[in-house]
T-cell receptor, first 115, second 113 residues
Framework: DSGVTQTPKHLITATGQRVTLRCSPRSGDLSVYWYQQSLDQGLQFLIQYYNGEERAKGNILERFSAQQFPDLHSELNLSSLELGDSALYFC??????????????FGNGTRLTVT | GDSVTQMEGPVTLSEEAFLTINCTYTATGYPSLFWYVQYPGEGLQLLLKATKADDKGSNKGFEATYRKETTSFHLEKGSVQVSDSAVYFCALKKAGGYQKVTFGTGTKLQVIP
């Protein structure tokens, strides 16, 4: 158990809809990362937060947004969903910003299916 | 920018065979290097890491050595088991204003009895 909790585990929704994915980081971790993993593709970095502040953006679409709350949990909002957004969405956390040798701890992901 | 290149998969091996999964990187500075493993239906888990040149990371019979001269971090295991079937990701992490983590595309390993 990594200590990172993601909910829900599965989500099925229709095109054009909006969903929210939630992540609770490991206790004590201040950094949260979001990744998208499509079928037969690697991990696409979406966005990173540190202690409530956005730190880095990757290949995140304008239809997607995220935030990290004061209690350090994070939410990823996906709107105007398209079939191509169907994927596994992973959250990961890390202990601090300065510790470059600390690993990421991943949740088990949310599988999003857009029909 | 930074990048990580892994050998293409899938890799299919018989049980007890020797495993090598190649990983090379391009990065400025002195990144830390990681191997993660993803079992079916699960998130990624840290397998091993190395934080400076010539360091060897090891765990569960897997090993990888940080080779700065060849910018490589190849994963090896002397005798694979069916339970090692998974997707393996090489990654690098750098210090800086924020911790950017760069992943390779992953290599799927299938071990057959």
């Amino acid at each position: 158990d990594s200590g990172v909790t993601q909910t829900p585990k599965h989500l099925i929704t229709a095109t054009g809809q909006r969903v929210t994915l939630r992540c609770s980081p490991r206790s004590g971790d201040l950094s949260v990362y979001w990744y998208q993993q499509s079928l037969d593709q690697g991990l696409q970095f979406l966005i990173q937060y540190y202690n409530g502040e956005e730190r880095a953006k990757g290949n995140i679409l304008e239809r997607f947004s995220a935030q990290q709350f004061p209690d350090l949990h994070s939410e990823l909002n996906l709107s105007s969903l398209e079939l191509g957004d169907s994927a596994l969405y992973f959250c990961a956390s890390s202990v601090s910003e300065g510790s470059y040798n600390s690993p990421l701890h991943f949740g088990n992901g949310t599988r999003l299916t857009v029909t | 920018g930074d990048s990580v290149t892994q050998m293409e998969g899938p890799v299919t091996l018989s049980e007890e065979a020797f495993l090598t999964i190649n990983c090379t990187y391009t990065a400025t500075g002195y990144p830390s290097l990681f191997w993660y493993v993803q079992y079916p239906g699960e998130g990624l888990q840290l397998l091993l890491k190395a934080t400076k040149a010539d360091d060897k990371g090891s765990n569960k019979g897997f090993e990888a050595t940080y080779r700065k001269e060849t910018t490589s971090f190849h994963l090896e295991k002397g005798s694979v088991q069916v339970s090692d079937s998974a997707v393996y990701f090489c990654a690098l992490k750098k210090a800086g204003g924020y911790q950017k983590v760069t992943f390779g595309t992953g290599t799927k390993l299938q071990v057959i009895p």
